[in-house]
Structures are given as structure tokens and as C-alpha cells.
């Protein structure tokens, strides 16, 4: 049996979107929907992908999926993320810490908030 590890998707990465294959390809499997605690701030990186910052305030909970991934695979899902996305742990709302996608703090200088949204999904939903 492979050895899997949980990682927690808020962007490309998630079902049906443009990333979604470099899961698929080293055969992780989608386990749940979720939500963070309330604790992320989101920005989109040029109406590409999203990026996920954990803060001290004014943090909400973000949409996430929790997938199932090999950990020969976590490296080459790493190697495959835009710049500025980096793994780190993500806290869910249940209490759960898993990692997870998270943006680096330069990545999000001058970018567009959609926290208000929730997660990326909705963003685009509403665009």
C-alpha cells in the first residue's frame, strides 16, 4: 500500500480546474471538501490562480479540498505549483492540521483581494 499524505487545495489544483491533472497524475484521490479555520486572506495572481495567506486579523474561512497524495507525488505536485505557491500547514476548520497550498507574502503585493469571496471557485463564479 502507498504511503499518502492529506493536502488541502484552494485553487487550480481543485477538481475540474486547469491544474486538477498534476494530482491526477500521480494518482492522488480527493477525499472531501472542507473549509480553513478563520484564519486565510486570498488574492488572485492575475485572474490565474489564487493565493492563500494565513494572518493574525481579519482572516475568513477558505474553501479547500483535502486530497489523498502519495508522497512520491508531493514533490513533483510542488515542482509543477505557479511562482509564489509553496506548501505549508493549513489548519481546517474541524481543527485538523494538514498542509497545504499557501502563497508567499511578496506573491500578493499589489495583487487583487478576493477574500470577500470565500475561495477561488466563487470568485470566478461571480467574474
Do not use: C
Not at 5 to 32: C, D, H, Q, S
Not at 59 to 68: K, P, T, Y
Amino acid at each position: 500500500m502507498t504511503e499518502t499524505i492529506k493536502l488541502a487545495v484552494n485553487g487550480t489544483l481543485m477538481r475540474g480546474l486547469e491544474l486538477n491533472p498534476n494530482l491526477l497524475n500521480v494518482n492522488a484521490t480527493f477525499e472531501r471538501d472542507a473549509q480553513t479555520e478563520p484564519a486565510y486572506r486570498i488574492w488572485s495572481i492575475d485572474d490565474k490562480y489564487p493565493a492563500m495567506i494565513k494572518v493574525s486579523s481579519g482572516g475568513v474561512a477558505v474553501a479547500v479540498e483535502v486530497w489523498q497524495v502519495p508522497l512520491a507525488g508531493l514533490g513533483v505536485i510542488l515542482s509543477q505549483e505557479p511562482p509564489g505557491l509553496a506548501i505549508g500547514k493549513v489548519k481546517l476548520h474541524d481543527g485538523e492540521e494538514v498542509l497545504g497550498v499557501i502563497g508567499e507574502p511578496l506573491t500578493v503585493a499589489g495583487k487583487k483581494e478576493i477574500t470577500e469571496f470565500g475561495g477561488w471557485r466563487a470568485y470566478q463564479d461571480a467574474n
